[in-house]
Every structure is written in structure tokens, then in C-alpha cells.
């Protein structure tokens, strides 16, 4: 699927003056297998095409499936019509004017280069039989006892903004991901890998990490109380990207509703960690620009435990210095309409595998969480459960399976608890995050004490 820039011209004339476009093709190939079996193997196309228009200092939004003329036209009728309905105001027509504050904030915006990301041809010139080779490299490795479940998946996606003030940007991103749960009686472990390009995920690894990961254990009773967390990659992962939606926006900061508002240049977590929201970093799934055309700024959010920034979009860029970083998200997102970051890196310690285990000492290895639910935004506290493959370890081996676990947790607890940083970094992804580099992280005891 490509998108036309003519079509995007025709639609803005169409549309007319203050309306931006932001348009999404997308495109996946998609394996799913469950007992050892595939179970679907299909393809799905989708066009989405969402607008907004601002005159006068009032904005009116809508979407659309197609770029065709006269569906277009039809959704401009009925935009016209909303804002005739509406008391102007006076403003700026622009639609980058009227979000970033001032035309001048909004011709810099527009004369900056986005970095381009390169699509990769091992997932644009996709194969099904790649895709199965996959499945049946990683079923072929695992023993007759063992049941493999999980999904491969291709995305080819074609992004565009556009405005009627001249603004074009257009990126196409790929990405290929695998996700791996083997069975074997009552225990599951995981394993997920993705990438901008196809040829660098090492499948023919997968087998031999979950044969590993599904060393014969003892399942020992629940453990209550305090205890050390060794939490994994794929653990973190989901804490870090929960953590970043509702804390590290400039509309939350700006409006007192982030737990870190005020707070720019005091200590938040601990000095163990530092995190970034890069788009341009190629150990994550990079990107060039946000919802808004705005290009990805590199944001240092902390600095040895220190908070150094926020994310922000044009509405908000007055928190940054005046210039958004590149972090708006789309209109009507699901997850809520503040900035939000989209490319985490925490950067790694010093720490191995090894080192880490050894110091948990008598505690719980968690090498997945499922998810994790907000309860109170403003006081970090969610809940949530792990999931394939958690452990109790002791003396630094691992000696039992642990059942799963519920957790109620403040995070800014947990990343105040923190005794050592990995040194090796997985990548990964959520509903609402494009991409989150991160290490193991070793948790004192006490914040995430067992129910």
C-alpha cells in the first residue's frame, strides 16, 4: 500500500485552509500457532485518514477509510458545516499556528529535516514460507512434551502529514516481531524479538532459550511478604512504558496531574537509572516524526535519577522550550490525547545475568509482566500479574517455579528500590508505545512485596 502525495493535495484542496491530514496505511502478515499447530496465516490492509481543520480558533475533527475525492468532499461538508455552528474566535487559521502558540514557532517546525528511516526489504518483499520457516525453526527445537503457541507478524506501514500550510512529511516503517510461549505441563515461558528489519531477529536462537528457561524446577508455594524482584527485560518493559504514559508528558506536568509536576531537576528515581525518548536510536524501532509532522527531538527524561524533560506537541511546546519534541499522538487515541513519549531507552549497567541473580538473593525472578493498570495516575499505583516464567531463586540459582503473582505497586516505589542495572538491554513494544529498550532490574525489598 503507498500513499500518493497528489491524493493528499487533492484531499487538502478539497478540505481547505487551517486542515491538517494524518494518514496511516497499513499492512501485516500475520502467523498465528497454538499446540504446536499454525492456526491462521492472513494478510490485512487498512487505510486511516484522520482530520483536522481550525479556523477562527475553533477545531472540528474527523475521519475517514479513503482518500477518495467524493468521500472527502463529504466529510468537508460536514466539517463546514460544525464550524459554522461554532462563535469564532480570533486566531490564527494555521493549524501549526494555532497548536505551537506562534507562525514563527511553526515555519521552524516545518523547515527542520526529519530523519528518514530506511524500510527493510526482508519485510516489504514479505514471504509466507519465511514466516512458517520460522515457526517450524522453533517448534522443531523444542521436545515432543513441549506444546508452542504465540505469532509472527509483518508491518509494513506508510505514513503522511500533511496541512494546508505546506507541511509534507512521509515515512515508510517496517517491522517484523516474533512471539514464542512454550508449554510444558503447568509451567510457560516466553520469548519476543522485533525489529525494523526481518534478517536481524535470531530466530534459530529462540529454541535454546526456552528449552533453558524450561529447566525441570520444583513449583514451590506462594511466597508472602517482602522479598527482592529480579525483574527481566520483558518485566521492565511494561513497567517503563507505563510509567512514561503517565508520568512523562508536559500536559500532565503543565496541569499538576503527573507525579513528577514541579519536580524538573529533582531527583525522582534512582541514581541507577537514566532514560531517553530517541526516535533516531537504531536500538529500538525508530521514527521520524509524530502525529502532528513535528520531528522526533531526542529527550533526556532523567539523568541519573534526576528529571531533565518532558515530552511534548505543539499545544504543550511551551514546557520545552517553546519547540515541540515530537511526541503528539493521534486524534482520538485511544490512550487519551496528552504527549506521550514513543521511543524509551533506559540505558544499561554494569551488571550480568549472573550478578544479578546472585544479589536477589532469597527472591522472586519475574521475566514477564502481562499488564500493568493504572489506579491512580497521580500516585504511580497500578496493579498487575506476571506471566510465563516466574521463579524463586536462591544463593543466585534459580530452585523453584513461583505461581504467578498479582502486584499493587506505586512505581515510583519501585524505581526508588532499585539495586543494579543489567548490562544487556532487550527491545520491545505495548499498545501505546512504539518502541522500549530497556535492562534487567534488580528491586529492593519492600515496594513490590508478594500479597
Not at 217 to 224: C, E, F, N, Q, V
Request: charged share 25%; hydrophobic share 40%; net charge negative.
Amino acid at each position: 500500500m503507498s500513499i500518493e502525495q497528489s491524493q493528499v493535495e487533492q484531499a487538502l484542496e478539497i478540505l481547505g485552509e487551517g486542515t491538517r491530514l494524518d494518514v496511516l496505511g497499513e499492512h501485516a502478515d500475520l502467523l498465528r500457532f497454538a499446540e504446536s499447530e499454525v492456526t491462521a496465516q492472513h494478510s490485512e490492509r487498512r487505510l486511516r485518514v484522520r482530520v483536522r481543520t481550525t479556523r477562527n480558533g475553533r477545531s472540528v475533527a474527523g475521519s475517514l477509510e479513503t482518500l477518495d475525492p467524493e468521500a472527502v468532499q463529504g466529510l468537508a461538508d460536514r466539517l463546514n458545516a460544525a464550524l459554522a455552528d461554532l462563535a469564532p474566535l480570533p486566531d490564527a487559521h494555521s493549524p501549526r499556528a494555532a497548536s505551537a502558540g506562534s507562525a514563527a514557532q511553526a515555519d521552524g517546525a516545518q523547515a527542520e529535516v526529519a530523519p528518514q528511516v530506511v524500510p527493510s526489504a526482508s519485510v516489504l518483499e514479505s514471504d509466507p514460507a519465511v514466516r512458517h520457516r520460522w515457526f517450524s525453526t522453533v517448534r522443531d527445537g523444542l521436545d515432543s512434551s513441549t506444546t508452542l503457541g504465540g505469532a509472527i507478524r509483518y508491518d509494513v506501514l506508510d505514513r503522511v502529514v500533511a496541512d494546508s500550510d505546506g507541511l509534507f512529511r512521509a515515512e515508510t516503517l517496517t517491522k517484523a516481531a516474533i512471539q514464542a510461549i512454550a508449554k510444558k505441563g503447568d509451567n510457560s515461558v516466553s520469548v519476543k524479538y522485533m525489529h525494523r528489519d526481518a534478517d536481524r531477529i535470531p530466530v534459530d536462537e529462540i529454541p535454546a532459550k526456552l528449552r533453558t528457561a524450561l529447566t525441570p524446577l520444583p513449583t514451590r508455594g506462594a511466597h508472602h511478604g517482602p522479598c527482592r524482584v529480579l525483574l527481566k527485560p520483558q518485566a521492565v518493559i511494561t513497567l517503563m512504558a507505563t510509567y512514561g504514559h503517565f508520568v512523562l508528558g508536559a500536559t500532565g506536568y503543565a496541569t499538576g496531574r503527573s507525579a513528577v509536576a514541579g519536580r524538573l531537576g529533582e531527583r525522582v528515581v534512582s541514581d541507577l537509572l537514566s532514560l531517553v525518548d530517541d526516535g533516531a536510536d537504531a536500538d529500538g524501532l525508530p521514527s521520524g516524526f509524530d502525529a502532528e509532522g513535528n520531528v522526533r527531538r531526542r529527550t533526556q527524561l532523567i539523568d541519573h535519577g534526576v528529571l531533565t524533560g518532558v515530552v511534548s506537541d505543539r499545544r504543550r511546546a511551551a514546557v520545552t522550550g517553546g519547540v515541540p519534541t515530537g511526541h503528539a499522538v493521534p486524534d482520538g487515541w485511544r490512550f487519551g490525547g496528552d504527549p506521550s513519549p514513543s521511543n524509551l531507552l533506559l540505558a544499561p549497567g554494569d551488571a550480568t545475568d549472573e550478578e544479578l541473580l546472585s544479589d536477589c538473593g532469597s527472591g522472586l525472578v519475574v521475566n514477564r509482566l502481562d499488564y500493568l493498570r493504572s489506579l491512580h495516575p497521580k500516585q504511580t499505583l497500578v496493579t498487575g500479574t506476571t506471566r510465563d516464567g516466574t521463579y524463586w531463586a536462591e544463593g543466585g540459582e534459580l530452585v523453584a517455579w513461583h505461581p504467578q503473582v498479582r502486584f499493587t505497586f506505586r512505581m515510583d516505589d519501585v524505581l526508588n528500590a532499585v539495586l543494579a542495572v543489567g548490562n544487556t538491554r532487550e527491545c520491545g513494544d505495548t499498545t501505546f508505545m512504539d518502541s522500549v529498550v530497556v535492562p534487567s532490574l534488580l528491586i529492593d525489598a519492600g515496594p513490590l512485596a508478594l500479597p
